[in-house]
């Protein structure tokens, strides 16, 4: 482009000077100036085009990139929730457990509160039927008890 330019000042001034000078020649480069224009606008073009496709591709990795990282986030995630879940049966069976032996211990503590309950009152009333034994023989010897 820089060589069209200067041919265009060099005819110009030769147009000045010389009064028998042809304006085909200034066509003919106009010409030129137009052919190279085209080259540069198809080169420019051609340029354009190629990074559109760098810049899909770079776009297309980045993408498969991303799906790839959101992948294996989701493989952890499910990992972590399976073993939440699992610590969470354990937990709650565990739980159940236990809550079933206090049961269980309640139940047992419950018939033991009742036997000593009943061998109580048993004790309670095998000494006052002692004592009203022995109150009733006094009564009917005719001793009076000391106290």
Wanted: negative net charge; glycine residues 2%.
């Amino acid at each position: 482009m820089e060589a069209l330019i200067s041919q265009f000042t060099f005819l110009s001034d030769q147009s000045c000077q010389d009064k028998n000078f042809d304006p085909s020649n200034i066509e003919d480069l106009m010409k030129l100036f137009e052919i190279e224009a085209y080259k540069s606008w198809a080169a420019l073009e051609l340029e354009q085009e190629e990074e559109a496709k760098e810049a899909e591709t770079s776009m297309q990795k980045a993408e498969e990139y991303l799906e790839s990282v959101m992948e294996s986030c989701m493989d952890e995630f499910r990992r972590f929730e399976e073993e939440t879940e699992s610590m969470s049966k354990k937990e709650m069976n565990s739980l159940v457990e236990n809550g079933e032996k206090a049961r269980k211990m309640g139940k047992l503590m419950d018939k033991a509160a009742t036997i000593a309950s009943k061998k109580y009152i048993e004790a309670a009333m095998n000494s006052a039927s002692a004592s009203m034994k022995s109150a009733w023989k006094g009564v009917s010897s005719n001793r009076v008890h000391p106290s």
